[in-house]
């Protein structure tokens, strides 16, 4: 069966023990990823309230106009290095 495997994906003796390795790290980040989503959604809901969701929705594009020059200039004038480091 494993043989099957690393002939179907093109493994090398050796890959396939850090390749289950980084496998089982990306599904326990997005494992991680899915429950923090999840309860920040939540306790969005439950502290503003879904009356306040409209609000958001459009809020956000607002937003994104203002930042989107704003990242675009600084990018531009400082570069993607110092942009990281703030």
Partial sequence: ???KLRQ???LQPGEVRPL???ALLGALLQGGLA???STADSLFLTRIGVSRL???FL???VMM???TPLYSFLLTRLGIAR???G
Avoid: D, E, N, S
């Fill in 35 to 37: 429950i923090g989503i």
């Fill in 83 to 85: 942009i990281f480091q």
């Fill in 1 to 3: 069966m494993t043989a």
């Fill in 59 to 61: 809020l956000t594009p």
């Fill in 65 to 67: 106009l203002a930042y």
């Fill in 8 to 10: 179907l994906f093109r």
């Fill in 54 to 56: 409209p609000v958001i």
């Fill in 20 to 22: 289950v390795l980084l």
